[in-house]
Antibody
Framework: EVQLEESGGGLVKPGGSLRLSCVGS????????LNWVRQAPGKGLEWIGR??????????DYAAPVKGRFSISRDDSRDTLYLDMNSLRVEDTAVYYC???????WGQGTQVTVST | DVVMTQTPVSLSVTPGQAASISCKSS???????????LYWYLQKPGQSPQLLIY???SRFSGVPDRFSGSGSGTDFTLKISRVEAEDVGVYYC?????????FGQGTKVEI
């Protein structure tokens, strides 16, 4: 069974930074294309970025609202995907999910709150 | 960006009845490889999204056969043949051909 587990969320002030992690199990992690998707309170789903497997080039793509502020990376030796978030804004407040594949499997999400 | 538009915004159904959700993309999501990268997700209350349908009409592992997807080009439909209480939640379509990936705004299904 594929499982993804996010961690690292919390409360941060505007302009601050945070690193989210997503640990995978039950899948061949090094072959997986991995996504980050977020959901602001009471809102729909917003794709924010994806990292291909290193076997497929390791390319990273970002959505416009986070490009230049957020960075996606992975450590296949630890079966872990990361989301480094800098220059955080109030509007980045959301539950952040990692997802593998389409995404076809999702984690349970981690809450990020940006507030003074 | 490709805009995904879902209708209706909300749907109230009686258990055992059929339900249908429409999703329209602002441009064709038919790839040169012949596949159409349209996905359907269900987010049950308090849960993460779960994949129901991939590539328009293929049911994901474990998804009941009362869920079916159809469509082509820019117009797509998710049908639930006989709604059950456990089907409540918000349904999203998503295009997976272009970057950024984009979701519809969601359709809330209530019993």
């Amino acid at each position: 069974e594929v499982q993804l587990e996010e961690s690292g969320g919390g409360l941060v002030k505007p302009g601050g930074s945070l690193r989210l992690s997503c640990v995978g199990s039950g899948l061949i992690f090094k072959k997986a294309w991995l996504n980050w998707v977020r959901q602001a309170p009471g809102k729909g789903l917003e794709w924010i970025g994806r990292m291909k497997s290193n076997l497929d080039g390791g390319t990273v793509d970002y959505a416009a609202p986070v490009k230049g502020r957020f960075s996606i990376s992975r450590d296949d030796s630890r079966d872990t995907l990361y989301l480094d978030m800098n220059s955080l804004r109030v509007e980045d407040t959301a539950v952040y999910y990692c997802g593998s594949g389409y995404p076809d499997h999702w984690g349970q999400g981690t809450q990020v709150t940006v507030s003074t | 960006d490709v805009v995904m538009t879902q209708t209706p915004v909300s749907l109230s159904v009686t258990p055992g009845q059929a339900a249908s959700i429409s999703c329209k993309s602002s441009q064709s999501i038919l790839s040169r490889d012949g596949k159409t990268y349209l996905y359907w997700y269900l987010q049950k209350p308090g849960q993460s999204p779960q994949l129901l349908i991939y590539e328009v009409s293929s049911r994901f592992s474990g998804v009941p056969d009362r869920f079916s997807g159809s469509g082509s080009g820019t117009d797509f439909t998710l049908k639930i043949s006989r709604v059950e209480a456990e089907d409540v939640g918000v349904y999203y379509c998503m295009q997976g051909l272009y970057l950024p990936r984009t979701f519809g705004q969601g359709t809330k299904v209530e019993i």
